[in-house]
């Protein structure tokens, strides 16, 4: 699984937030106030998403270590079983007994390549849930308190919701950054503390 695909994923879903305030400009002439994110710039530097692919990454590779380590194991047990049959060193029924065991191994270790994709795809979508979250509700108080009505998102390598804007529509991403990377920090520092205490 590459970053690429985890960063477009996570970010994709994130392409339009809008506050539930009124869109259109008010009777009294007051205009809609609209910025945008590059989901790009803060894919790569917000620091809890980063956080949390590199733990997703980690165990993805250990996950794949140890189905590799069984299946070298079955692929030794087979070339040994296959030279002692060839020896003539077995009889019909210790060959017959041994093929069932190497395949029911073979089937276990299928069954755990699933069993562990599919977990690894859930825990991928969990990570994407709550980076999703997260920015959502940094987006909910800064657009309420910078009274924006509309926050949109693009991407650079991806069909893009902003492909040009007026001086007036901002361009948050780098306080967006800056404000959920100050919000991780804060907690990783909590959670420190809280340790220490122990």
């Not at 609209?34 to 996950?63: C, H, M, P, W």
């Not at 990570?127 to 910078?146: C, H, M, N, P, T």
């Not at 001086?167 to 959670?191: C, F, H, M, R, W």
Request: aromatic residues 8%; contains cysteine; proline residues 2%.
């Amino acid at each position: 699984m590459k970053k690429l695909l985890f960063v477009v994923a996570l970010i994709a879903t994130m392409v339009s937030c809008q506050q539930p305030q009124q869109v259109a400009a008010p009777a009294g002439g007051t205009t809609t106030k609209i910025a945008y994110i590059n989901n790009d710039t803060l894919s790569v530097y917000y620091k809890y998403g980063e956080d949390r692919y590199r733990e997703f990454q980690a165990k993805v590779e250990k996950s794949q270590k140890q189905l590799q380590s069984r299946a070298m194991k079955l692929q030794k047990s087979a070339e040994s079983f296959e030279k002692r049959a060839r020896a003539g060193l077995m009889s019909q029924n210790d060959i017959r007994k041994k093929q069932e065991e190497l395949g029911l191994k073979q089937q276990e270790i299928q069954i755990a390549q699933q069993a562990q994709s599919q977990g690894l795809s859930a825990e991928e979508a969990e990570i994407q849930g709550e980076v999703r979250r997260r920015v959502k509700e940094f987006l909910d108080a800064y657009s309420a308190d910078k009274n924006y009505s509309i926050v949109l998102g693009y991407s650079d390598g991806v069909t893009s919701t902003v492909i040009w804007s007026t001086p007036s529509v901002e361009d948050i991403t780098q306080v967006v950054i800056d404000g959920l990377n100050k919000e991780y920090e804060e907690e990783l520092n909590a959670q420190t503390s809280e340790e220490k205490s122990k």
